[in-house]
């Protein structure tokens, strides 16, 4: 492990030098921990893109978990299992064509979309990319000089809405992602309507925001893309 960096009390990142088999961006690997003689080992997005070294992750300390609070507790030199090859059909690949891409994510459910951004591939392949990213405080939003980067270089091509649940902050929607999809929101602070014909959606992170958001985009017509049907929504829950 080559470095960790604690970004709030439950919010930290790992940068970890391992050989892994190519990937794509949005795939998981396993990282794991001998805990008393046991392997415990859990999956984890790669938030670096396909190529990059070292690697990196975005972690959520999980207080009480098997897992993740003691990897919160790494330090530079600690070993790590990484598993070489890594998984997951969540990637632009299984994205039909469409026009605008909306990344809708919760806490570090942005892993993924972090790194298709720092790839750069769904630039080729989308006019816009909307990245919209819920957490529940202010603080809570990480790797801002990659998304600002993106705003910079890509202009009136690239959308940030961020989401902030818990506290009241100028320029950012306070509320839940499903909600602001029903209500108009979403689309009115984006700036951006969506529709069937040109909107592709990735939804990733908790669970309840990823079926709540599903519900409430197939009520405005728009249908799951699973197993070759070429819908609109693409998804990943964390748990
Ligand atoms: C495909 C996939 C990719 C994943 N990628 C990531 C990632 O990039 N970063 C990450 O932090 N986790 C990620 N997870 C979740 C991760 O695998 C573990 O579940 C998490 O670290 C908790 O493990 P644990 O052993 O510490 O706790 P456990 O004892 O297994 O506790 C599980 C509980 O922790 C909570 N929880 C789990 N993950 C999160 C989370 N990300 N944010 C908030 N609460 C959570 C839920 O309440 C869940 O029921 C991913 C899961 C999947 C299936």
Redesign the pocket.
Known sequence: MVRNTHRTQNLFSLQIEADMAPFEAGQ?TSLGLDVDGQRVA????ILSAPGDHPLE????T?P??????RLSQLQTGDRVWVQRQAE?SFTLKQVPAGKSLWLLAT??GV?PFLSMLREGSLWQRFDHVGLVYAVRHWDDIAYSDLIDASREHYGERFSFVPFVSREKVEGCVHGHIPASISNGTLERVAGHTFSPERSQFMLCG?PGMVQDALAALEQRGFTRSSNGNSGHITL?A??
């Not at 859990?42 to 997005?45: E, G, H, N, V």
Request: aromatic share 34%.
């Open positions: 998981y859990q999956p984890y997005s992750f975005f972690f959520y999980q009480d978990g098997q897992l993740s609070a997951g806490g570090t892993a908790n990943e964390y748990w």
